[in-house]
């Protein structure tokens, strides 16, 4: 006879219960009707006629919800967006109280009153506090206008019920949602491939390998708040074709479905030169059509376990247009230094061509910090967000679509803009020089060198970029 309710334990292997995650503490979202706040010196929260909550706290006022959050949770998540404002000091501040009091509660006067002060909507676009994590990069102008944004806070460590408010913002401070989570939510990540395809998904760190050839797979990724925001790049292949993408998850994904469509590409690519080890000796470059070779404008055709190496070398490569994809697998030389010039003209270059006046011409650089880097218009250079290590192997494509350029490394984009090009008519580029400069020289080796043109196949589409 059982008396009463059972009770459901869940034992780990050592008999110890096995913790439970607590179900996430909601403060507030837009969809509330009402709400409570408490105010200190006056502060206001309201829903005005667009029909979303602000919160607003004049001079020195500050205003905090109720209730407060219980002690223990781990991670607290705040989505908001500040205002136009025209003084500097008077941003929005958000708060986190462990207590209330009439002084001492705003930053400056932190001392012996308990408070937990997270500044995360600051004129100057930073974010401090405890251990906070912000997944997007914050913007000022001269209006002192703040993007919305999404912030991972680590409360943890606090053992006692914490108040939320916020303190001197002569703006109204749209508040989208506060929520206090033991366990932060995971992404899943949602993929269509090609089937009969060999589909893996990496963010660097861990490789995950799909369990078949279907066509479709679906996986979750951990939110881990100190990896965002983190990049996982997808590859697709059948042996003889591979598909790559990549898609970066932030603050604003953990929780939600991430969709991967790889059925279909943007662009149609169509090989114009593939220049591999098959063609290669001391004596030039051909493409593995036997139609196409290279030209060596200064030095040796040094080469080294398939690969053209080049230590002050320079050579030229034919394209048929501006327009194109152009592929880079190799290294850079430990020991080589950038240049550190500011124009694209004198920047070190791994392959490109300068034409001077003649704004059809564009570069991937090597800049100061051996960032990999977009040259164009008059000097102008839009740097990628990433350094290569000497004498590591990376795979580099660079494309101009007659209207932007990109740069992906590894099958990562790194950097892009926008930029029309006045012309398209290139007949070759430069490869470890910009065809112009001996001064632009990159040492290091280079092992496959491809050239593609390309069709737009379906603007809706991302760019999926070809098997090299």
Known sequence: MVIGNPILLLLSTDDEPTPIAKEPFVLFTQSDLTHTYSQDYGGQFERQSDGHWYGYAGGNTTSSFSPPIPAGYHYLVIDIASGEKTSRWNMSRMQLRTAYGTTGIYA?????????DVIFVNCDGSASGINSQNGVTISSDSQYYLNRQKVIVDISSIEQDMYVGWHKCENWTHIYSIIAYDTLPSTTMSIIYPSGCQCTATNGTTTLIAPDTSGTWSFEIPTIPENLPETWTITATDGETTRTKTKAISVYNFGTTISVDMSSSKYTWTPYSIYSSQGLSSSGWTDDAGVRSMSKNNGSWNVSDGSLVANGDRFSFP??????????????ASGWTPNTN?????ASCL???ELGSEQRDWACLIRRTRNPSIGYSWGSIAT???TLDADTEYTIFALHTGTQFFIWVDGVLVASVNYTTSGTHLSSMGLFWNADGSSTYVNGTCKKLGV????LNDSNADIVLPSF
Do not use: R
């Open 351 to 353: 392959f490109g061509h």
């Open 452 to 455: 593609w043109t390309f069709e």
């Open 108 to 116: 400056g006067n932190l001392a012996g009153t308990g408070l937990k």
């Open 342 to 346: 500011s124009d694209w003209y004198t």
């Open 319 to 332: 394209v048929p247009s501006s327009n194109v994809l152009v592929g880079f697998k190799g290294k850079i």
């Open 384 to 386: 990628g967000n990433m």
